[in-house]
């Protein structure tokens, strides 16, 4: 039996595929090892319907896990749910602290008065448009 090239092709192709497959499969068992080992109680986490709380209790005979989204009020949820472990980033602090704060740009929603932002040596507007209509209407 001979092995034509596009047959060859074939098996190339599907033993990259195969490859793939297994290595996505390791990576996301990866990825869910350490997700499980940062979920402990103190943390704050985001749940997969995208409520933000933190973790009061743990139960790991049940799965269930406590989640206070707010003072006073805790969910129960189950353990898979609990989908990532929210670490504030170092660019949202320097975003936020007033030492970044730039005072020569106006605050958002913040008026600007464009009387002072004009210069004194531009030539003025002549007339109004309502002015030039009752002109408009005195030569008639």
Do not use: W
Request: no cysteine.
């Amino acid at each position: 039996m001979t092995l034509d090239p596009l047959t060859i092709g074939m098996l190339v192709v599907l033993a990259v595929l195969v490859f793939f497959m297994f290595r996505n499969s390791r990576k996301r068992q990866r990825d869910a090892q350490e997700l499980q080992s940062k979920v402990a109680v103190g943390a704050e986490v985001m749940t997969n319907f995208g409520v933000y709380g933190t973790i009061l209790a743990i139960d790991e005979e049940e799965n269930k896990v406590l989640v206070e989204t707010s003072p006073g009020t805790v969910l129960t949820v189950h353990r898979q749910t609990v989908t990532r472990v929210v670490t504030p980033s170092p660019l949202a602090e320097i975003e936020t602290s007033p030492d970044h704060i730039d005072e020569s740009e106006p605050a958002y929603g913040e008026r600007i008065d464009d009387a002072a932002d004009t210069s004194t040596d531009a030539p003025a507007a002549d007339t109004s448009a309502a002015d030039k209509t009752d002109k408009k209407k005195g030569d008639e």
